[in-house]
């Protein structure tokens, strides 16, 4: 995996949605949105962010998964010049940009060879899961390869630092590993991340050559766990995270374009810090959806439009805001900061030490070093049995192993190391 991609932190941002964009292309001028997420990036890095996972921009018909030209911005969101700027100024707040490739599909007016598109038995072209808008590339073409190698090139070439690749779980892994190695000749620092929902996360990635999908398994275990008070739950994923962690470092997160929102998914607000303390001290790389870290509230339906309440416009500046989602920001603050205070935790591997269904502890380390996260789910305070290879850091007088109700801890050791209270 790229050195940097160890330890980033990702912004993830829906840029059709973000900027408010309409939702289908239509034959009017350029309309210059990408500059309005310009306003944010410094609300990125104060946020403590590294990098900004950017959804679809090239050419599409509506939502930006039909790509019909993935040489081309989006007139939506503006052109090469706006592409250009976004570049340098994230440069400018040390914030890289990861663009998101729709390479398994395209839309119906695809300005590439339509040769590329498959066919299905009846001879008609294939479509993506159902949606007739949607047709299926062949993957199994020279053509369609060289095709992706040229557009990854002249993004990277532009500016980028690597790509998420959309509905990677339904292209052949064999496909990017004939793809990527070509890429990787020009672009060696490049980081690529495929989307993945199911099955063997490890196998794909071997048999692909990606650095890194997207670890759904986790995310549903979080929320899953908290709403249900079942913390083996979570430690169950947690096992099987650690797996993974042997070979790569997947991409982690608590919401994104495609799922509800994690304020509206908790049924009991006091327990998003636990969601974000657990997102936080294990292995990964970590990525904040944009509007989570001031605690946006967004319903996901299966119906057409049904992905716009957690893909909203955001104001001019962060200057607009209201307030009062300054807690939560101040809560991913904080976390994040921690977790770049101890990037060994990309690879960390996590152990269970404490568990019931309220309970748990989840010790986490890499190289010597150590982090203790405590949740307690309970309705009274709990006092953590801590494991025997600290001492471990309390702050002041206080005892670090006592938790109360529905609060977390994230300890650490040595002695003289910051530890982490929800409320600091």
């Given at each position: ?10 912004w993830h941002v829906y840029p059709l949605g973000f900027t408010g ?320 205070r101890h990037p060994w935790l990309a690879r960390a591997r996590t ?74």
């Open positions: 995996m790229a050195s940097w991609a160890e330890r980033a932190v990702f964009a309409p939702g289908a292309a239509g034959d009017g001028p350029v309309h210059h949105r990408l500059r309005h997420l310009e306003a944010w990036l410094g609300h990125a890095a104060e946020l403590g962010c590294t990098a900004l996972m950017l959804g679809p921009i090239f050419a599409s018909e509506t939502h930006g998964y039909d790509t019909v030209d993935h040489f081309a911005v989006d007139p939506r969101l503006g052109d090469d010049a706006d592409f250009d700027s976004l570049v340098a100024r994230a440069r400018e707040h040390g914030l890289r940009i990861v663009l998101d490739g729709v390479f398994n599909h395209v839309g119906r007016s695809f300005a590439g060879d339509h040769r590329w598109l498959r066919k299905g038995p009846d001879g008609a072209n294939d479509t993506f899961e159902g949606h007739d808008r949607l047709v299926t590339l062949d993957h199994g073409q020279e053509a369609v390869r060289r095709h992706v190698v040229s557009v990854m090139d002249h993004w990277l070439s532009r500016g980028a630092s690597g790509w998420r690749l959309d509905a990677a779980y339904a292209v052949p892994p064999g496909f990017w590993a004939a793809v990527l190695p070509r890429v990787r000749a020009r672009h060696p620092e490049a980081w690529f991340v495929g989307e993945v929902i199911h099955g063997d996360y490890a196998d794909y990635v071997a048999r692909s050559g990606l650095d890194s999908v997207t670890q759904y398994e986790l995310w549903k275990a979080i929320w899953s766990s908290l709403n249900d008070r079942n913390l083996y739950e979570l430690a169950h994923a947690l096992g099987r995270h650690d797996d993974l962690l042997a070979t790569f470092a997947p991409l982690t997160f608590a919401g994104n374009h495609d799922v509800t929102r994690l304020a509206t998914r908790l049924d009991d607000p006091r327990h998003l810090g636990h969601a974000l303390a657990v997102l936080f001290t294990v292995g990964g790389v970590p990525s904040v959806y944009y509007g989570d870290e001031l605690g946006l509230r967004g319903l996901k339906e299966e119906r057409e439009g049904g992905d716009d309440a957690v893909r909203p416009a955001f104001p001019a500046s962060p200057a607009e805001l209201d307030g009062s989602g300054r807690e939560v920001f101040e809560l991913h603050r904080r976390l994040i900061a921690l977790r770049r152990r269970v030490t404490h568990l019931d269904n309220r309970t748990a502890a989840l010790h986490t380390s890499a190289g010597g070093q150590a982090l203790l996260t405590l949740l307690n789910l309970d309705d009274g305070p709990y006092r953590f049995p801590l494991p025997d290879d600290g001492p471990w850091a309390g702050d002041g007088d206080a005892d670090p192993a006592l938790v109360p109700a529905h609060e977390w801890r994230v300890l650490t050791t040595p002695p003289g190391a910051p530890l982490l209270l929800p409320g600091e």
